[in-house]
Nanobody, 118 residues
Framework: QVQLVESGGGLVQAGGSLRLSCAASRRTLSQYVMGWFRQAPGKEREFVAHIAWSSGITVYATSVKDRFVISRDNVGNTVYLQMNSLKPEDTAVYYC???????????WGQGTQVTVSS
């Protein structure tokens, strides 16, 4: 079992930055992949980025590549999503998720709202 708690959302102007955090309850995450997803009003949830905890390998959606950075803190068992050059279309509820290697995402946080004003 992994419990995930997100924080760091809020309201920001276009071009600004926000950093989201996701604290994981599980002590050992070496066999996990941690991901960020988002869901805008009226749209389906979409993948944003993920990081393999052990290797640190990252993958990004094309829409956020070169603007967002996902990272992890091994000591605090926390995953971050640094969001730069934010656009109004980045407005969404952002969810942290976790899965074991080679499995689908099984654990989800409660979500945190990010609103980007134009």
């Amino acid at each position: 079992q992994v419990q995930l708690v997100e924080s760091g959302g809020g309201l920001v102007q276009a071009g600004g930055s926000l950093r989201l955090s996701c604290a994981a309850s599980r002590r050992t995450l070496s066999q996990y992949v941690m991901g960020w997803f988002r869901q805008a009003p009226g749209k389906e949830r979409e993948f944003v980025a993920h990081i393999a905890w052990s290797s640190g390998i990252t993958v990004y959606a094309t829409s956020v590549k070169d603007r967002f950075v996902i990272s992890r803190d091994n000591v605090g068992n926390t995953v971050y999503l640094q969001m730069n050059s934010l656009k109004p279309e980045d407005t969404a509820v952002y969810y942290c998720a976790a899965r074991e290697l080679l499995r689908t995402y099984e654990y989800w946080g409660q979500g945190t709202q990010v609103t980007v004003s134009s």
